[in-house]
């Protein structure tokens, strides 16, 4: 058996061993099969088995595992705080960390990608990953400029050099192929959670996330549109090949510390920064940052934020739909007959569905409360309320949101809106939202004066 194949066996059998792992665990400390609400029914030390195992290997393979779980950890602060405890520490590691792709790989990628004389390019090129994660680990290293400085030295700036990982795609289809037979195990830690449009969406971005050069080009356009701008950084570009993307160092401190340790003033700020980007970026760049967990984002000495990993991304060469500024402000005027219309012309609502409109202006309410004032504290608390509110099939909310679509057009969207909020939520950042909207979100900007009357 050649080494490629006992890695993928060794994947898959990891893999496969999770839902094993804990029923086992389940019968050992239960002595019954898991049922209800997994608060009623896991045991604190069976959490903390299950945390330690699911995210150990989650951490311990590459590909789609680490990508699946860099997404699923900035839902974390959804979970109900007796179960989040025990995943938290697991989680906030698998945001930033991955096991290092050995200097021998590394040499061979950035010679097939940069050329068999690509130390020249190099004034140094530290060997040691400065971060890894779901296909790419990234270098530090400082990239030879023209010239000489003024004692002779080579000129050369700091980069950042991303490396994907040898047979990233096959890791990320075998990997989601895998995790799709773990949503048993994730409906037994959140019952509300479901993991399978998560993954679906996942594979489907795949190939573009594969492509270093397409990923350099987005980059590209968020630098161009964002150049000089006096709160959000995008780091250049310096040279891309299909595996291996070079670009400017970011320093400054990641927003997985300042949700740990950081103070209110800078966790406020970057909330307000991070809301910035979100909405303001299709309406400047024609894009939208579609991955939001907080390895991707750094609080600058400057003070502004520092946006790096640019893979997943939405094209929305029209900016965001007018429909969803539009609908927002007619549901925070209470007009609910509008706003099911709005809906319907949007195919949340079926054309030919009976649904009580005041009850969907009920359902929406909470959802728009961070928009209702002008200042807003996102918390745990507030999701976790949130969630328990959807996901109750006792609740009238829950009844209602079975009558309701989401189009394949705005899935990406809501997402990536979900995920934000989600970094919002562990940041615990209070801004003022509504008035990011009133200036970024087309429809949105004539609610200001009739939502404080």
């Known amino acids: 058996m050649t080494d490629i194949p006992r890695r993928a066996v060794s994947r898959t059998a990891k893999l496969a061993a999770l839902p094993l792992g804990f029923a086992g665990r389940t019968v050992l400390g239960m002595g019954k099969r898991v049922t209800g609400l997994a608060s009623e029914v896991i045991s604190a030390e069976i959490q903390q088995r299950t945390a330690e195992q699911l995210f150990s290997v989650l951490g311990q393979l ?149 492509d270093y050069e397409l990923e350099a080009e987005s980059q590209r356009t968020f630098a161009a549109a964002y150049a000089d701008d006096p709160e959000i950084y995008i780091p250049e570009v310096v040279n891309a090949s299909p595996r291996v993307l070079v670009t400017e160092w970011v320093t400054g401190t990641p927003l997985a510390d300042i949700i740990r340790e950081g103070t209110e003033e800078d966790r406020d700020e970057a909330g307000r920064l991070m809301a910035t980007l979100h909405l303001s970026a299709p309406q400047r760049a024609g894009l939208l940052h579609a991955d939001p967990h907080p390895g991707n984002f750094r609080l600058l000495p400057d003070g502004r934020l520092g946006v790096i990993d640019f893979g997943a991304v939405a094209r929305m060469p029209e900016g965001t739909p007018e429909p969803i500024g539009r609908i927002a402000a007619m549901a925070l005027r209470g007009n609910a007959d509008e706003v099911v219309a709005g809906l319907r012309s949007e195919g949340f609502i079926g054309s030919a569905e009976e649904i009580d409109a005041e009850g969907v202006l009920d359902f929406m309410r909470p959802m728009l409360e961070p928009i209702a004032a002008d200042g807003f504290r996102f918390t745990r608390a507030w999701l976790r309320a949130e969630a328990g509110r959807l996901a109750s099939p006792r609740s009238p909310t829950y009844q209602l949101s079975r009558q309701l679509n989401l189009p394949p057009s705005y899935l990406l969207i809501h997402r990536v809106t979900l995920g934000s909020i989600g970094v919002l939520c562990q940041l615990e950042a209070k801004a003022p939202y509504r008035s990011i909207l009133e200036r970024w979100l087309p429809g949105f900007a004539p609610v200001a004066d009739s939502a404080e009357a």
């Not at 959804?78 to 989040?84: F, W």
């Open 62 to 210: 590459k590909g789609g595992a680490m990508k699946f779980g860099q997404a699923l950890s900035v839902f974390e602060a959804a979970l109900p705080e007796e179960i989040a405890a025990p995943y938290r520490q697991a989680l906030t590691k698998l945001q930033e960390a991955a096991p290092p792709l050995p200097a021998a790989s590394v040499h061979k990628v950035l010679a097939e990608q940069l050329g068999p004389d690509w130390r020249d390019l190099f004034v140094e090129f530290n060997d040691v990953p400065a971060a890894a994660a779901s296909i790419g680990q990234v270098h530090r290293a400082r990239w030879r400029e023209p010239g000489v400085d003024e004692t002779g030295a080579p000129n050369s700036r700091d980069v950042a050099v991303k490396i994907q990982y040898p047979g990233a795609g096959d890791a990320l289809l075998a990997d989601l192929k895998q995790l799709s037979r773990l949503g048993g195990m994730f409906r037994a830690i959140q019952p509300g959670l479901d993991v399978k449009p998560l993954l679906a969406e996942l594979r489907e971005r795949i190939t573009e996330e594969l």
